[in-house]
């Protein structure tokens, strides 16, 4: 069955920098545009950033644009998200999903929290 | 960037009761919008996908429609395990965008 898993979440003083990465399993990882979508606590979803299939074509919400960069390993079956500049507002669970074009995200992962914090 | 309006952001409801949740588009955006409903702790599950059509094992209770900029999630009876929140999102441009959520909590 697909499996997503988050991990690289953590507490992070504003300013530093943290990589998430988004384990997948038990579908062909190379074939599917993958996405990041975020969720402040207590407030509602955001989408983040999105990486086609083979890594060549990447956008960012205007919120994250020249601070994050979403990449991929399809070697690794890994989804990658480098945060840079952290600031309080991104503190959030940080999703990955699998997109299915037509059919939105069918698998989620768990979440892995990202608190931006002095 | 397309702004998507869910209304109302919260209701509550009893077990049986029908349920409806509108969701607004900015612009048109065809059919592309799917409803996911997410419950505490736990990362949202799509219910509904391009309007109208039911996720494979999603109860046949809830329903999708719409085209176009209004679209509506009902709920025919409510459940208990219906409890929870609901988000639209549009997949018609990037930036995807979710509705601000409805909270659908017990009367």
């Known amino acids: 069955q697909v499996q997503l898993v988050e991990s690289g979440g953590g507490v992070v003083q504003p300013g530093r920098s943290l990589r998430l990465s988004c384990a997948a399993s038990?579908?062909?990882?190379?074939?599917?545009?993958m996405h990041w979508v975020r969720q402040a606590p207590g407030k509602g979803l955001e989408w983040v950033a999105v990486?086609?299939?083979?890594?060549?074509?990447?956008y960012y919400a205007d919120s994250v644009k020249g601070r994050f960069t979403i990449s991929r390993d399809n070697s690794k079956n890994t989804l990658y998200l480098q945060m840079n500049s952290l600031r309080a507002e991104d503190t959030a669970v940080y999703y990955c999903?699998?997109?299915?074009?037509?059919?939105?995200?069918?698998?989620w992962g768990q979440g892995t929290l990202v608190t931006v914090s002095s | 960037d397309i702004q998507m309006t869910q209304s109302p952001s919260s209701l509550s409801a009893s077990v049986g009761e029908r349920v409806t949740i509108t969701c607004r588009a900015s612009q048109s955006i065809s059919s592309f919008l799917n409803w996911y409903q997410q419950k505490p702790g736990k990362a949202p599950d799509l219910l509904i996908y391009?309007?109208?059509s039911l996720q494979s094992g999603v109860p046949s209770r809830f329903s999708g429609s719409g085209s176009g900029t209004a679209f509506i999630l009902t709920i025919s009876s409510l459940k208990p395990e219906d409890f929870a929140t609901y988000y639209c999102?549009?997949?018609?441009?990037?930036?995807?965008?979710f509705g601000g959520g409805t909270k659908v909590e017990i009367k």
């Open positions: 999102q549009q997949t018609y441009s990037i930036p995807l965008t």
């Open positions: 391009a309007a109208t």
């Open positions: 990486i086609s299939y083979d890594g060549s074509d990447k």
């Open positions: 999903a699998k997109f299915i074009a037509g059919s939105g995200y069918m698998h």
């Open positions: 038990g579908f062909t990882f190379s074939t599917y545009g």
